[in-house]
Structure formats: C-alpha cells, structure tokens
C-alpha cells in the first residue's frame, strides 16, 4: 500500500544509493512570482532525475528469486536510466524498450549505465507490446515507470525531504505524466503536513491529466505535442485515484510558457533542467497559478538535455 510508512521505509532502503539534492531559493525568482519559492533539486539527483529514487526502490524491494532474471520497463529516459542503474548496483541485466524519438542524450545515458536498449515506434501500444515480449522472452521483473507502487514509494522521498528542510510550505508543484511522482509526492506532502495543498502541473500539449481531473474519469493521451518528453505518458489508474483523493488541481501550461521558464531557471539559478522540470515553474511565469505571499515547493524533476538541441537555439512549428 502507497502510505507514508511505504514512503518513509523507501527513504531507508535507498539513502544509501541517492543524494540527498538540494534546495535552492532565489531572491529575483521570488519577486518576479511574488512568493517564496524553494526548489527540490533533482536534476542534481542520480542519473540526473529523480527517477533513481523509485527504480532504486523497486529493484531493492525485490526478492533475489525475482530479481535473478533481471528487470524490464518501457520510458523514454530518465525512468530507464535509472532503472538501469538500479540493476547494475544489484549485478543483474536491465532490458528497456524506449521509443525511437528518445533524446540522445537519455539514449546516451542508459547506455552508460549498461541497460540493454530495444527502440520501437514511439506510440504507448508499441512500447508495451515490445517490452511484454521482452519480458516473454527473459523472465525478466516489470518495473513500470509509475504504476508500480514501490516506485511511486520512492519518488515520494524527494517531498519528505523537502519538508524536513522546509516544514512550513504551503504548496507544492509537482509535474506530472504517468503520475508516479504525483502520487508519491501528494502522499508524502499531505501525511506529513494536511493542511498542504498539492497541485500538479502539465503542458497544454500532453493535457490528459487536467481533462481527466475535470471529467472524472481517465482520458487518454492521443497525441503529445510538447518538448516536455518525461510527461507525454498518460495517467496511470492508480496514480490518477490517487490525484482524485489528494490532489488540489492541475494547470497546463504552453510551450513558449515551457521554454522561457526553463531559460530563466538555467539563467537565475545556474543549474541544468530540462524542460519537464521547467514546468512548475512556467505554471507561474505564465500567471496560470497566483503564489503571492506563499511559501511554495517546486521539484524540478530532472537535467538531462541534448546540449546541441537546446529549446530556445531550435525552430518551434
């Protein structure tokens, strides 16, 4: 079950294998929002996202007989990497199928970490039809990238970190794709302080989350046109019962919105996010969320960036 012992028992197993990533603030940031912001920094984590956090856990979870044919997943980076590093540290073999539009940067770095790379076409049908044969042909564990519970345990240990270093929040932005992270960190956020609110934010262009929020019920994803790739999934079942109990919100914001905040964080805090971290913060440079006189939790989920295809050196359609 996905509760804050899960959470806190995650934070145990993997605090030997993660950094404890920093929180930054910033004096101009603050003034432009018009609120105090603090920034989870993750793209300083392992493998660069805050994946490492829950692929660390779920692999660690896992039985010796489980983990003896190795593990498999299907993402298209930041999740893989991690999860591949995960299985080097535990000396087994990590098959992952991502799709043929990955960046090559997160390419670059699952290689690195020894994952064994099956690309297929970039659509969800293809990546999970290849990964069950994968899975078919090797034996290998499931670890999906946000629908498995150990995982969503151990992307909720960046929050509870936050919170030991800045108890006080009133809100925290949490980007949100499959919703794995979402999960862990409305969890986390509103076990350890209720009166918190949690709201996820996403790109217009991948909107799923803030249609199905309205509705109800899960609408799926049909297309993703964003540059934020670690959020072109759709709504996981789970993670999205989750949003429904804990969840104050979702706001979508636009591309241009992306892009500029992504600058400005690179620019102000002289750091590296890619531009799925960028979103919380782009939530408030296009005015979607008003923070005055609040003390506000942004994660900025990752830094893995193609440094020769930089949004802002590129032409946009």
């Known amino acids: 079950m996905l509760d804050l012992a899960a959470i806190q028992a995650a934070h145990t197993r993997i605090r030997p294998h993660i950094l404890r990533t920093p929180v930054l603030t910033s004096e101009s940031l603050d003034t432009r929002c018009g609120g105090k912001l603090f920034f989870k920094c993750e793209n300083f984590q392992q493998t660069g996202a805050f994946k490492s956090r829950g692929a660390v856990n779920a692999v660690f979870s896992l039985t010796d007989a489980e983990a003896a044919r190795g593990v498999a997943t299907h993402s298209s980076g930041n999740h893989a990497a991690a999860l591949a590093r995960a299985a080097r540290l535990r000396g087994i073999a990590a098959y992952i199928v991502m799709p043929s539009n990955s960046s090559k940067a997160k390419i670059r770095n699952v290689e690195a970490y020894g994952g064994r790379i099956t690309l297929c076409d970039p659509t969800t049908q293809a990546r999970e039809e290849t990964c069950d044969r994968i899975i078919a042909e090797t034996g290998a564990a499931m670890i999906h990238p946000f629908t498995n519970e150990r995982v969503m345990a151990g992307q909720g240990t960046a929050v509870l970190e936050l919170l030991a270093e800045v108890p006080d929040l009133d809100l925290i932005l949490c980007p949100v794709g499959g919703g794995g992270l979402l999960a862990g960190t409305a969890t986390a956020a509103k076990a350890v302080r209720p009166a918190i ?78 531009p799925s971290g960028a979103v919380p913060y782009a939530a408030l440079l296009e005015n979607n969320l008003s923070v005055t006189g609040q003390r506000v939790g942004l994660i900025l989920t990752g830094g893995n960036v193609d440094l020769d295809a930089l949004p802002w050196m590129m032409k946009q359609p």
Do not use: C, Y
């Not at 217009?204 to 993703?224: C, M, N, Q, T, V």
């Not at 759709?234 to 919105?257: C, D, H, I, K």
């Open 197 to 274: 609110k949690v709201i996820a934010v996403e790109p217009a262009g991948a909107g799923d989350a803030a249609r199905s929020f309205a509705a109800g019920h899960i609408i799926p994803l049909e297309h993703a046109a964003t540059i934020a790739d670690g959020l072109r999934a759709t709504m996981g079942e789970p993670n999205f019962a989750v949003m429904q109990r804990l969840v104050s919100g979702v706001a979508t914001v636009s591309e241009e919105a992306i892009i500029a905040g992504m600058r400005q964080l690179w620019e102000t805090l002289k750091i590296v996010v890619e």
